[in-house]
């Protein structure tokens, strides 16, 4: 009996899992459903061999199943190479994702030589080239050995023309340049390396997570020597126009916006996340402020008022809420009220940061982790409603604070490189290092 509950209780969460609709037919928008146009060019070379393309498609088939498939979501199309070329599934042949994981079981190994700068100019010019939606394009190339063809030029023709590319080297027989050739900079972002095929499963959410991001987080936010994927909640909400008054954070030479009870900070949220979130990010914000209620320093709301996604400082208990969705029961709250979350109420600059993955959430103040929460598995958001910060809990009322930063960071990788540095006195991690040693970690 027990197992037979916990069966009915998997099946519905898949289910739920799956509906992106809500019942006015709006669209839970996230990287399931944001509009690309994906496509997989797969070495079926000699050196491949029969078992590890079986696992090849099966990987395909965990990476595409977390998707939703259609003429407005995400096509998918196949390529695969050795010799020549072969089209396997074309974009948009198929409507569903179980049409779409049969037709990729179905595929047959080739075997021949590798012509991988071929197959990369073959899916340019019979796939991306004949698609007519106007969206993100990406590519994923997979190859276990050198190509003898050159790659160069049809890796540049195809990012010449919008697409993003992915390379995947599998085995000790690659070639580090030639990947790096192929694949979008910078490599520490766009290349993979695994030991075996059998491996390959170990990068599985890693690609997710990658494929997502270009999906979902069109803009970039240039950080350090760097440009990171993201959202600037600031700029998409026109703090600059709408906030006159500056401050300085002595002895930084950065500024902060004083923000004050005339002020509206609000947008429709299909101007600031068109496609909802990566299912992984991280969020920053640097503020100070005295109010002693419990206001919202950021959220996103649904087109009837109610959050979905919020971060909420408590002033009367001196605790941080973090509100996201949950395939549970639509909604889920975590309360982050250790110790040292008193200090974001004295009145003082503070940097808070959220780590969001698809598992849990991990609160840092000032650069220090402070605690982390377990999540349950998220929903996409609505987006008919609004984004705003600043605001009391369940009022249209603004609260009266100051802001400097306030971001959202699609690479949960960027936890490791950020710093809270534009706070006045606040002593960064690398200065406890020699210079020469803090510069190499922070290229790291």
């Not at 037919?25 to 990287?31: K, L, M, N, Q, T």
């Not at 008054?245 to 600031?272: A, C, H, M, Q, W």
């Not at 909802?276 to 649904?302: A, C, E, H, N």
Request: include cysteine; charged fraction near 25%; proline fraction near 5%.
């Amino acid at each position: 009996m027990a197992h037979h509950n916990m069966f009915l209780w998997i099946v519905s969460v898949l289910l739920l899992q799956n509906s992106v609709l809500a019942e006015d037919g709006e669209i839970r928008s996230s990287c399931r459903t944001a509009p690309t146009d994906l496509v997989f060019i797969l070495d079926g070379s000699y050196s491949v061999g029969p078992e590890n393309f079986e696992i090849v498609k099966k990987w395909l088939v965990n990476i595409t199943k977390n998707f939703d498939i259609g003429p407005k979501f995400i096509q998918v199309g196949v390529v695969q190479y050795s010799d020549y070329p072969v089209l396997e599934i074309p974009l948009g042949s198929h409507n569903s994702g179980e049409n779409l994981m049969a037709a990729m079981d179905s595929i047959h190994y080739l075997g021949g030589n590798t012509r991988t700068g071929k197959a990369i100019q073959f899916a340019l010019d019979y796939l991306f080239a004949k698609s007519s939606r106007f969206l993100t394009k990406i590519a994923v190339v997979l190859t276990d050995g050198k190509s003898q063809d050159e790659v160069k030029d049809a890796a540049e023709a195809a990012r010449d023309s919008k697409i993003t590319l992915f390379a995947i080297g599998v085995g000790s027989e690659t070639e580090d340049a030639e990947l790096r050739a192929i694949a979008n900079k910078p490599s520490s972002t766009y290349v993979f390396y695994v030991e075996d095929y059998i491996a390959i499963s170990k990068i599985r959410e890693v690609m997710k997570q990658k494929l997502c991001e270009e999906s979902v987080c069109p803009t970039r936010i240039p950080v350090a020597a760097r440009d990171e994927k993201g959202f600037d909640i600031l700029l998409g909400l026109g703090v600059k126009k709408k906030v006159k008054k500056r401050i300085p954070l002595s002895p930084t030479k950065i500024k902060g916006y004083e923000v004050t009870s005339k002020v509206d900070l609000s947008e429709f949220t299909s101007n600031v996340f068109p496609e909802g979130l990566p299912p992984s990010y991280v969020f920053v914000s640097t503020q100070r402020f005295k109010v002693k209620k419990m206001w919202d320093l950021w959220r996103i709301l649904t087109i009837d008022g109610r959050p979905q996604i919020a971060v909420t400082l408590n002033g009367v208990d001196k605790t941080l809420l973090f509100t996201t969705t949950s395939i549970i029961n639509g909604s889920q709250v975590v309360t982050f009220a250790d110790s040292q979350v008193k200090t974001l109420f004295d009145e003082g600059w503070h940097q808070i940061r959220l780590l969001v993955t698809e598992q849990d959430v991990t609160l840092y103040i000032d650069d220090q982790q402070i605690e982390n929460k377990p999540l349950h598995p998220v929903l996409g958001i609505f987006i008919s409603g609004q984004t705003q910060i600043g605001k009391y809990s369940g009022k249209e009322e603004t609260v009266q604070f100051d802001v400097q930063k306030l971001r959202i960071y699609c690479d949960p990788e960027q936890n490791n490189r950020e710093t809270a540095c534009e706070i006045p006195g606040f002593v960064s991690r690398m200065d406890y290092f020699p210079p020469s040693v803090a510069s190499v970690l922070s290229e790291q």
